[in-house]
């Protein structure tokens, strides 16, 4: 396999496609001395399979809204691999999304999924829709009508979607509601991320920044470094960030910004437990404001329009938000800043320059497939409650989920570690995912 001979073929056929091959070249670049060693691989053109995917259902979606008027969004959902297990990835609904980034989502969802040692494929889905500054009616009307195209594509055994940006518990009430009028039949395992009252998971809305937290405190360690009062500068306020703040905070260090698409608020002495309660607030509010926050804290929280939260002083930098939200330039702001640690917890939320930026300059650095792979764990755990009619503790979830980001970051290590001693942990957690889904692939022959 010649990586740059893949591209090629891949720009000329989706052409405009960027982070769809931006997500394929990170892997395959990764991948391409280990996929050499096998022959076999070769020989059954693994690679050329997997970066295609199984199939893309697009729909139109018409819903009502407030004033009557009738309004139009385009709905996706690509089921990219499912060789060790029923497709399994959330929905985004959110003005930007295209097939290409949804393309690139269900990509790294297939290694991120065969990371958590879960059996669950690889899928993506979402639509056009902006959520910002929607009532709670044209919410629930639009996710009625999007199950109405989507149902048939999804099964507890087929096809699990779950929640991703702009699309969290309220909007998994809604899809499912319609879901279960038009299967007529109650199968909670159709969709994860639910309600706690009819099959949701204990823990699952924590659990990305959960996971994330417990994946950054195990690399510190094998750093010979501790979280324990660390300032952290988190990007976003939404569902991931919350859990991070939270699990940040338990863990002792002092998260000092959060940011939004309007600026950055900056908390000198940390943020509090009323500050993180109040992010629940502003992400229902559907205003996507992070000035909110300022407005409800005066004394604590200085606000500051068009900066990131890279512009505040931190040791350790958590993306939370979006893809490429991290660039070059901000690498090199957090390092000029005294950061030492970038972990992903958004999707492929830094851009390439900005990741051999902190490759090449000491910071240490992990790629979301590895850092966040702990929300789509805690939904493969509620899949398993769902199955078997039972519900778990929170501490049992817990346990679980701390296993599983222990077992991630071992994977990450092994495969990762250099010859010098260090460890690239985008290369050990894609040659780790990449030879699970191969291997599937392989020994199901050419399907």
Not at 19 to 33: C, F, G, I, M, P
Not at 237 to 252: D, S
Request: charged share 20%; with cysteine; aromatic share 10%.
């Amino acid at each position: 396999m010649k990586t740059n001979d893949i591209m090629a073929r891949l720009r000329a056929k989706y052409p405009g496609e960027n982070e769809y091959l931006q997500a394929v070249q990170e892997v395959l670049e990764s991948v391409e001395e280990v996929y050499n060693q096998h022959p076999e691989f070769e020989k059954a053109k693994i690679v050329e399979r997997m970066v295609e995917p199984d199939r893309i259902f697009t729909f139109r979606v018409t819903w009502v809204d407030d004033r009557g008027e009738v309004q139009t969004n385009t709905g996706y959902r690509v089921q990219f691999n499912s060789a060790i297990g029923p497709y399994k990835g959330g929905l985004r609904f959110h003005r930007a999304v295209t097939p290409s980034m949804l393309k690139f989502l269900g990509f790294e969802q297939t290694f991120k999924n065969a990371l958590t040692t879960l059996p669950m494929g690889g899928a993506k889905g979402g639509s056009d829709f902006d959520p910002v500054g929607k009532s709670n009616d044209e919410i629930m009307r639009f996710c009625q009508a999007f199950m109405l195209e989507l149902w048939q594509c999804i099964g507890p055994d087929q096809d699990i979607p779950a929640g991703d940006v702009g699309v969290g518990g309220r909007e998994i009430g809604y899809l499912y509601g319609m879901y279960k009028k038009l299967a007529r039949e109650y199968n909670t395992g159709v969709l994860t991320g639910k309600g706690s009252t009819w099959g949701g998971s204990i823990l699952r809305p924590e659990a990305t920044g959960f996971g994330a937290l417990y994946f950054t405190q195990n690399l510190l360690h094998k750093a010979g470094k501790d979280i324990k009062g660390c300032r952290v500068a988190v990007s976003g306020f939404g569902n991931v960030a919350w859990g991070a703040c939270i699990k940040a905070t338990e863990l002792g260090a002092k998260v000092v910004a959060i940011s939004g698409p309007d600026g950055v608020c900056e908390i000198p002495d940390g943020i509090t437990k009323e500050m993180i309660d109040y992010m629940l607030i502003m992400r229902a509010s559907n205003r996507n404001r992070v000035e909110d926050m300022a407005d409800k804290f005066p004394g604590a929280c200085k606000f500051t329009a068009g900066k990131k939260a890279w512009s505040v002083k931190c040791d350790v930098a958590l993306p939370c938000a979006f893809q490429n939200e991290l660039s070059e330039d901000d690498a090199k702001e957090l390092k000029a800043n005294g950061c030492w640690c970038c972990c992903e917890v958004s999707n492929m939320g830094c851009q390439p320059g900005a990741i051999h930026y902190f490759q090449h300059n000491g910071v240490l650095f992990a790629p979301g497939k590895a850092v966040n792979a702990g929300g789509v764990a805690t939904s493969g755990l509620e899949m398993t409650q769902n199955a078997s009619h039972i519900s778990w503790s929170g501490a049992e979830v817990d346990a679980k989920l701390h296993f599983i980001m222990d077992s991630i970051h071992e994977q990450c290590v092994k495969y990762g570690t250099q010859p010098d001693g260090s460890i690239d942990y985008v290369k050990g957690a894609n040659i780790a995912g990449f030879m699970k889904v191969a291997t599937a692939m392989l020994e199901q022959g050419t399907v």
